[in-house]
């Protein structure tokens, strides 16, 4: 099994900046990729951003140039660097990792972390 704790969500002002994290922890065999989603009041679950394991990186067209997704593979992290921000970007964002473990090496499943809130206020 593999646990995904995010941390760093907060309230800041419009233009201001904001790092998300995320730990991944348990039996990981390997990472194939690791992303983060947001979901804002009344709204779905959005794929912000995501890293694979080759490094290539997606983003959503509203945050490009705003927003940094990176990783650190050695301690099983990864970060959202969060500039810029806009009272759109509220919302609560979640981290996900697709990973493999010890138990399951052949295919990578899905694990989600419980989400922090970021607000941005005008």
């Known amino acids: 099994q593999v646990q995904l704790v995010e941390s760093g969500g907060d309230l800041v002002q419009a233009g201001g900046s904001l790092r998300l994290s995320c730990a991944a922890s348990g039996s990981i065999f390997s990472i194939d990729a690791m992303a983060w989603y947001r979901q804002a009041p009344g709204k779905q679950r959005d794929l912000v951003a995501r890293?694979?394991?080759?490094?290539?990186?997606y983003y959503l067209d509203s945050v490009k140039g705003r927003f940094t997704i990176s990783r650190d593979t050695a301690k099983n992290m990864v970060y959202l660097q969060m500039n810029s921000l806009k009272p759109e970007d509220t919302a609560v964002y979640y981290c996900n990792v697709v990973a493999r473990t010890y138990r399951s090496t052949i295919v990578g499943l899905n694990y989600w972390g419980q989400g922090t809130q970021v607000t941005v206020s005008s």
């Open positions: 890293i694979t394991s080759s490094g290539d990186t």
